[in-house]
Each structure stands twice: as structure tokens, then as C-alpha cells.
């Protein structure tokens, strides 16, 4: 069959703008899943609804199309009546199911509960464990400033011992120089009392011998003792010279 090409109108009928809305909003509000029943149901009562919208508008055509919707309705309401039992099944089926839901959630529900109670638990563990380890860091800090202070203290005592070292060396080398100088006193004194006993000796023996440095000595200060004759000093000049010389031997 040839299909007859009707001419095209410029606008749109009103009905037909009517329609065409409705379904357009009416299906915006229903899901558009092609395996749900319940979806499939409410877009075929949609569906429905226009074309009782349409029939009105086609007086001629109107009773034949009543007729056709009524057929279908009819046969979508044996093909309802016969669901209804299975229906029911599936109902209880359902029931059972959500039954089995909501003990699975109730029992989900609880484990959560006693997960988040142990968590929470764990939570204030860490809490306290953070707080300790706060203070033992405090601790360290104050132990390590007292300590720093200690080393300061010692390293300050440090470079004062050390200038007592190099004081008591300075000190140490002067009094070893000057007990070098208290030797060499003491040879000069033990030598020049020597000489003078020598001295006092050959006085009293009437033998005088005059301490001279020999010029060829070199400067080393020995000395070499040259024998005179004895003057005619009187006695007791002697005598008062052996006592002064007695009394400063120097």
C-alpha cells in the first residue's frame, strides 16, 4: 500500500499541542526503565489519558476509536486479574524479603554501633597516648634547656681553668727562675764562704792568701789565691778583724 501523503499544516491543532504537553510533562515524572513494571504501567496510563484527550476531537472516528481503547483495556484488565494471585505471592515473598532486610540493617546497624564505640575508644587511647607523649616532649625540652645551661656553665668553667693553666705555667716558669736564681745565690754564697773561711784560716795562721781573679781566666770568675807576708798589724786588729769577719761572712 502506498501510504497517502496528507498536506502538511503550517501550525499545529491545539489538541494536538495539548497532548503532545501532557505526555511530555506527565513523562518527565515517571521513571523511564524498560524492565520496571511499575514504570511500564504508569507510562502506558499516560498513554491512555491521551488518547481519550484525542477521540473527542474526531467526530467521525471517535465511536471506532472508543471501540479499539476499550478492546485494549479489557485486555490489559484479564491480563491485572490474572496477575493478582501470583501477585500475592510475590507480595508475601516481598514481605518476607524486607522482613530479612531490615533484620540485616538492625543487625549491620548494631556491628556499626559497636564499631564506632571501638573506634571512639581507640580515638581516646590515641587522645591520651598524644597528650603523654606532649609532656614527655615538654620534659625533654626543659631537661635538654637545663642541660644546655650545664654545658654552658662547664664550658665557662672550662676556659677559666684554662687560664689558670696558662697562669699557673707563667707562675711556674718565674718561680723556676727564680729558684734558678736562689741556686746560683746559694753556689755564690757557699763559694764566697768558702773563701772566707780559707780567708780566716790563713789569718790565723799568719799566712795571708788574697782571692784575685786570674787575667786569664777568661771571666769564669775561679779565683787564685796568692800568698803575701804578714803585715805588723797589731793583735788585737787581727783579733777585731777574724770577729768582723766572723760576724759578716759575706
Known amino acids: 500500500l502506498v501510504p497517502l501523503k ?13 497532548m503532545e504537553s501532557y505526555v511530555e510533562n506527565e513523562l ?31 467526530k467521525a472516528y471517535g465511536p471506532i476509536l472508543d471501540r ?9 484488565r484479564l491480563l491485572e486479574t490474572r496477575m493478582e494471585t501470583p501477585g500475592k505471592e510475590k507480595r508475601e515473598i516481598a514481605k518476607k524479603f524486607e522482613a530479612e532486610v531490615e533484620l540485616m540493617q538492625s543487625h549491620m546497624q548494631h556491628q556499626l554501633q559497636s ?3 571501638e573506634l571512639a575508644k581507640r580515638q581516646a587511647a590515641l587522645d591520651e597516648r598524644e597528650r603523654a607523649v606532649d609532656s614527655d616532649i615538654e620534659k625533654t625540652k626543659l631537661e635538654n634547656e637545663r642541660l ?26 718565674k718561680v723556676e727562675r727564680e729558684l734558678k736564681e736562689a741556686e746560683q745565690h746559694e753556689r755564690n754564697y757557699r763559694k764566697l764562704h768558702l773563701e772566707h773561711q780559707m780567708l780566716l784560716e790563713s789569718i790565723a795562721s799568719g799566712v795571708v792568701t788574697t782571692p784575685l781573679v786570674a787575667p786569664n ?33 759575706t
Do not use: C, W
Not at 496528507?6 to 495539548?18: D, G, N, Y
Not at 488518547?51 to 473527542?56: N, S
Not at 650545664?150 to 711556674?172: M, S
Open 6 to 18: 496528507l498536506p502538511r499544516p503550517k501550525s499545529k491543532p491545539k489538541a494536538l499541542v495539548e
Open 28 to 58: 518527565k515524572l515517571i521513571s523511564d526503565s524498560t524492565t520496571d513494571l511499575s514504570s511500564r504501567y504508569s507510562r502506558l496510563n499516560v498513554f491512555r489519558q491521551a488518547f481519550h484527550m484525542f477521540t473527542p476531537t474526531v
Open 68 to 76: 479499539i481503547i476499550s478492546e485494549y483495556e479489557s485486555f490489559i
Open 115 to 117: 564499631k564506632h564505640e
Open 148 to 173: 644546655m645551661g650545664d654545658i654552658n656553665r662547664l664550658h665557662e668553667q672550662n676556659l677559666t681553668f684554662a687560664n689558670n693553666v696558662v697562669d699557673y705555667r707563667f707562675q711556674n716558669q
Open 217 to 249: 781566666t777568661g771571666g769564669n770568675g775561679s779565683s787564685v789565691f796568692l800568698t803575701q807576708p804578714p803585715t805588723s798589724a797589731p793583735t788585737d786588729l787581727a783579733s777585731s778583724g777574724n770577729e768582723d769577719l766572723k760576724l759578716n761572712p
